[in-house]
């Protein structure tokens, strides 16, 4: 039998502080208004307020089931949050360029946030597991989900949508991995209706995030063999990124 409300909790409080903190960003606007404001793909001016908010919500929510998994929501937030800021107006993006940059002795914000990931999500792994190949498959998942949801936010709603689409099978599980995932879906669902309405955009912070929350449900729903191939998928994703954002981009 399946006891939905631990889930429903989850859900509903990454929800509820995503939604408050969003609201609060737009109404305090730290450091002045504009340095909310971004341009989206269509030239449009839209508000970060959305990423923040996500992230802490969903590592908040995350961190009451597992902590392990609401450190990795909330160190992917953070990294993807410093990318927003120091890395607006760089146009490379991928693994390649900015591991490139980094072997001619440039530290960009990119490669800041690919290490900080990496690392959290390896330590978010060895929270979560006990054995150390299961650790370090985790540490992949979690990582690596992390990165494919900010390689299919392209476009507005995309990546919350990923996000639903991805984690609606999760619900059916009881205990951690069911409630991770409530947890993803909450922040995911918070920022949809804005996101689609191209009020806000998630930006990294919010992508990252909640990538990091559904790579830590996929960790607490699986044994060794699932999170082999959660990781074989999600290191796919990222060696053919540029591909993944192009299909997604012309949906």
């Given at each position: 039998?399946?006891?939905?409300?631990?889930?429903?909790?989850s859900f509903l409080l990454s929800a509820a502080l995503t939604r408050a903190g969003q609201a609060l960003l737009r109404a305090e606007s730290p450091g002045g208004r504009a340095r909310w404001e971004r341009k989206n793909y269509a030239g449009r001016a839209v508000g970060l307020y959305a990423g923040p908010a996500s992230a802490l919500g969903t590592a908040v929510a995350a961190g009451r089931v597992h902590p392990g998994a609401g450190l990795a929501v909330l160190a992917a937030g953070v990294c993807g949050a410093y990318d927003d800021v120091a890395g607006a107006g760089d146009p490379r993006r991928g693994f390649r360029a900015h591991l490139g940059a980094l072997r001619d002795g440039e530290v960009t914000s990119g490669a800041v946030k690919l290490?900080?990931?990496?690392?959290?999500?390896?330590?978010?792994?060895?929270?979560?597991?006990?054995?150390?190949?299961d650790k370090v498959l985790a540490g992949v998942v979690i990582a690596g989900a992390a990165h494919f949801v900010n390689l299919v936010d392209v476009r507005p709603g995309r990546a919350a949508a990923a996000v639903l689409a991805l984690g609606a099978p999760g619900l059916l599980r009881n205990g951690p991995g069911g409630e991770l995932t409530a947890a993803a879906l909450g922040g995911a669902t918070a920022v949809l209706p804005d996101d689609l309405a191209e009020r806000v955009m998630i930006g990294?912070?919010?992508?990252?995030?909640?990538?990091?929350?559904?790579?830590?449900?996929?960790?607490?729903?699986?044994?060794?063999?699932?999170?082999?191939?959660?990781?074989?998928?999600?290191?796919?994703?990222?060696?053919?990124?540029?591909?993944?954002?192009?299909?997604?981009?012309a949906l």
């Open positions: 039998m399946i006891n939905r409300a631990p889930r429903s909790r290490f900080g990931i990496s690392a959290a999500g390896l330590v978010a792994g060895a929270l979560m597991k006990e054995r150390l190949l990294d912070a919010g992508a990252h995030a909640l990538g990091a929350a559904l790579g830590a449900a996929v960790v607490a729903c699986n044994r060794r063999a699932g999170l082999l191939a959660h990781a074989v998928a999600v290191v796919a994703a990222a060696v053919y990124g540029d591909r993944v954002s192009d299909r997604v981009r």
